[in-house]
């Protein structure tokens, strides 16, 4: 018996499909309290702003469950690797990153992101260098974070 090929799916956008303009969003993805618990638990950030519900009743004058800004960005990451960048993601090799508003708990945010800068490495044969700009958008409709990532990323015929 044949064994046909099967499909994988999921797989990443190599750099030569991304022209600049090219436009997407990802899918949606709610904060919840528990994420709050354990980005501060996993990474140390023990700040009363994150994990001090009686100074954010009294004392703060941010009112709500706000997340912290990484872990707001961390979130905008992990949905675009699993929307673009599965086997083609090689690098991420820097950012600008501005936050520009509060994310809290029960918000839902997605990513929506424009190429804006695309070429071939110099150095690195079969890789592209793209830059995009990323806005973290809340369920409301408002940019809470915005940041421009230049990435290194598999091509189409990079057998490496």
């Not at 044969?125 to 793209?130: D, M």
């Amino acid at each position: 018996m044949t064994q046909t090929a099967i499909e994988t799916v999921g797989l990443g956008i190599c750099w030569e499909d991304l022209p600049v303009g090219r436009r997407f969003q990802t899918i949606g993805r709610t904060i919840f309290e528990a994420d709050i618990v354990n980005f501060t638990n996993c990474t140390g950030m023990q700040e009363v702003l994150f994990t001090n519900l009686e100074f954010l009743a009294t004392q703060s004058a941010i009112k709500g469950r706000v997340a912290p800004g990484a872990l707001v960005f961390t979130f905008a990451e992990g949905l675009l690797v699993q929307a673009t960048m599965q086997h083609t993601g090689f690098a991420f090799l820097g950012m600008e990153f501005n936050i520009l508003g509060l994310v809290v708990v029960g918000d839902t945010i997605h990513v929506e992101c424009e190429v804006i800068e695309c070429r071939p490495s110099a150095s690195r044969p079969g890789l592209g260098l793209v830059r995009t700009r990323n806005k973290v958008v809340n369920q409301k409709g408002v940019v809470v974070q915005e940041y421009t990532p230049l990435r290194l990323v598999k091509g189409r015929d990079h057998h490496g």
